[in-house]
């Protein structure tokens, strides 16, 4: 029953991963672009039309008004100049049918008052058709002679221009060929507006008679078309630049987010295996030192066949005594305790330690540096990436190959870089891509820490460090120092290989 309890909990276990593993996550700069791109466009097509609205709507009204002011003008004028008795209006004598209810105006002079008022309303600028209202909605006067004496029925907007006492009533729009009144001489090309203007009795209480006037001013049209252009185009820009400005910000915070969240994911995955890694490790340097010291005194009084089974022994405690140290050293926190430190002699240290090594590959060994390069690091932690890339490049080597070392000054004098390439193995474009990632290893038994352990400190002290590698081709490792002081050697010499 027991073992059955267990199947059910190691089946059951991957579960969670899985699960894990499928959720997706939030695509922050995915879903700003969409919703982003939603809003600002809803919002610039709201502001375009309640904008152009605007505009047509003052520029209709503020035209409709000066042609209202000038036949109220007009008529006045004529009032005047005919020295019609006060008390009747040119809106009373719009109607020819009325003459006869006023006894204290003469017909001819009221007529000839009429015919120079309806003249200078005929010849009116941008003029589509012009029409004047009886009280009774019969049209007493057209442009049109086929409208004169029509009575206009079941017409809204000139029912409630003869009902209201605004100055002028305004509309722009398409002709209507179903509307009686609306017989153009002319069609309008793009738009016309319908100007209502109530012509009062003497003491303004009552709408006597309406001058209806359609125009289609080109001047006003090439004024509202080129306000359309212009309040279309900035919004589209002004839309496109705030969306790009946004987007760049959201980019720009995903990313840090991004890479946020891969430092916290490495910095947990170290936090969770750093104290069993560490205690795994302690408890094993001294297991190992006691083997190593064993093996030693075996060697000593051992048969030949047997000394070569002990080198063997004593080569893989140390190889597994030096992963226990860099295991320990990847484990402990880098401090930013930067100094000056003189990278050529680093080298020369890296490069005495391995000497033997390199002998035994048969690796030809190139140096190329220039006289001096301070840089600025720690001297113990640049000793450890100077032998975790020493040492990987001479692991692919077994068979032997060239190590090529070469120090130069960078573009401006601020930065040094240091090019490590060998002719070994390689690795594939995916192993290439994982090789920053933790505890990913190509070596047979590799701890996959070194290179982790090198872009740490690298980036700690402002450098930077990098990775190029082909298949039977060889390795080629950049890292890139801060330079100490900045007033150091460029001059390359070949002397020290």
Same mark, same amino acid.
């Given at each position: +029953? ?6 059910? !909990?190691?089946?059951?276990? $991957? ?13 922050? %700069?995915?879903?700003?672009? *969409? ?11 709201? =502001? ?19 042609? !209202? ?29 009325? #003459? @006869?209810?006023?006894?204290? /105006? ?5 007529? !000839?008052?009429?015919?120079?008022? =309806? ?9 589509? =058709? ?26 809204? #907007? ?15 729009? &398409?002709? @209507? ?7 153009? %001489? ?12 109530? +012509? ?5 209480? &009552? ?46 915070? !995903? ?15 170290? /936090? ?14 001294? $297991? ?11 060697? @000593?009084?051992?048969?030949? $066949? ?5 080198? #063997? ?13 860099? %295991? ?8 930013? #305790? ?64 060239? *190590?090529?070392?070469?120090?130069? %000054? ?7 870089? =240091? ?35 090198? &872009? ?42």
């Amino acid at each position: +029953m027991q073992m059955l309890n267990n199947d059910k !909990a190691t089946l059951a276990a $991957p579960s969670t991963p899985s699960r894990v593993r499928h959720q997706r996550q939030f695509n922050l %700069l995915r879903w700003f672009s *969409l919703v982003s791109l939603v809003i600002i466009t809803s919002v610039a097509v709201g =502001l375009g039309y309640v904008s152009t609205a605007f505009v047509v709507n003052e520029s209709v009204e503020r035209d409709a008004m000066l042609t !209202a002011q000038f036949i109220q003008a007009m008529a006045h004028a004529e009032v005047r100049h005919a020295q019609i008795a006060p008390g009747v209006t040119m809106g009373d004598l719009l109607d020819p049918r009325m #003459d @006869d209810q006023y006894p204290n /105006v003469d017909a001819a002079v009221a007529a !000839a008052a009429r015919i120079e008022f =309806l003249d200078h309303v005929e010849h009116l600028p941008d003029t589509l =058709l012009a029409n004047v209202y009886a009280h009774d909605r019969t049209v007493v006067w057209s442009t049109n002679p086929q409208l004169i004496g029509k009575k206009i029925e079941a017409d809204d #907007d000139l029912d409630e221009s003869f009902e209201s006492r605004v100055p002028v009533s305004s509309s722009y729009h &398409k002709a @209507d060929e179903d509307r009686d009144e609306q017989k153009f %001489l002319r069609e309008p090309n793009y738009l016309f507006i319908e100007n209502y203007i109530p +012509m009062f009795n003497s003491d303004g209480s &009552k709408v006597v008679s309406m001058v209806e006037v359609y125009k289609e001013p080109q001047d006003l049209v090439r004024r509202i078309q080129r306000g359309y252009v212009l309040i279309w185009g900035s919004t589209a820009i002004g839309g496109v630049l705030v969306y790009l400005g946004l987007f760049w910000i959201v980019r720009r915070g !995903a990313n840090m987010l991004a890479s946020q969240q891969t430092q916290l994911i490495a910095s947990e995955t170290f /936090v969770a295996l750093g104290e069993m890694s560490s205690a795994v490790a302690h408890s094993l340097r001294n $297991p190992l030192a006691t083997i190593r010291s064993s093996a030693e005194l075996a060697h @000593d009084v051992a048969s030949v $066949p047997a000394q070569k089974n002990i080198d #063997d022994i004593i080569s893989q405690v140390d190889r597994m005594s030096r992963w226990v140290r860099e %295991l320990l050293v990847s484990l402990r926190p880098v401090h930013d #305790d930067a100094e000056a430190v003189d990278l050529l002699a680093a080298i020369d240290d890296t490069r005495a330690a391995f000497a033997p090594q390199i002998k035994r590959n048969a690796v030809q060994l190139q140096v190329q540096t220039p006289p001096t390069a301070m840089v600025v690091s720690q001297p113990v932690l640049l000793t450890q990436i100077l032998n975790s890339l020493f040492s990987n490049a001479l692991e692919a080597m077994p068979g032997g190959g060239r *190590l090529s070392i070469e120090v130069s %000054l960078l573009a401006g004098g601020r930065q040094l870089q =240091l090019l490590l390439s060998d002719t070994g193995k390689g690795m594939s474009q995916q192993q290439e891509r994982m090789v920053f990632k933790p505890f990913f290893t190509t070596k047979q038994g590799g701890l996959g820490v070194g290179l982790v352990l090198v &872009k740490r400190i690298m980036e700690r002290f402002g450098g930077a460090v990098s990775l190029t590698s082909r298949e039977e081709e060889g390795t080629r490792v950049s890292l890139t120092f801060n330079v100490a002081g900045g007033d150091h050697g460029t001059q390359h010499s070949g002397g020290r290989g």
